[in-house]
């Protein structure tokens, strides 16, 4: 079973510092984080912390790990995701849960469809998600997001 566990604080610092180099030539080729339209990063969002890699192409395996009612605690929570221009759509997924669904999804049976729209400069996203095969109704957009 393929299974992402989201960074500990100081290995999201590790590699964060890692990243964080100085240009000796021409760095207009070289994009910032807080240019990159994309998903990757870590977002605040209403609930909690959800983390996206760097991705190619349009397949994404994000994580989630805290969440207001969770006590700091996301089940082994993910997203997985497909990405079209500013839009994701997929299904998040945890271990564990108080409303399990009778299929599996990512060796689970708590899971749901989510999707994304995120802002022209990828600042905010905004979405919605569901339990099992029930699909957000209409335009609810209860999980906003910040860069942080």
Request: aromatic share 14%.
């Amino acid at each position: 079973m393929n299974q992402f566990r989201a960074p500990k604080a100081p290995i999201m610092a590790l590699l964060l510092a890692f990243s964080l180099t100085s240009c000796t030539t021409d760095c207009a080729d070289v994009p910032s984080p807080a240019t990159d339209l994309n998903y990757a990063g870590v977002w605040k969002t209403s609930y909690g912390d959800v983390y996206f890699p760097k991705y190619e192409g349009n397949e994404v395996r994000g994580a989630f790990w805290s969440y207001p009612e969770s006590n700091g605690k996301a089940d082994n929570g993910r997203i997985l995701a497909t990405v079209d221009g500013s839009t994701l759509t997929g299904y998040w997924v945890e271990d564990s849960g108080d409303s399990p669904c009778e299929s599996m999804r990512d060796g689970s049976f708590n899971w749901g469809p989510v999707h994304f729209e995120a802002n022209e400069d990828f600042g905010v996203i905004s979405g919605a998600w569901g339990f099992c095969e029930q699909q957000p109704e209409g335009d609810d957009a209860g999980w906003v997001g910040v860069r942080d």
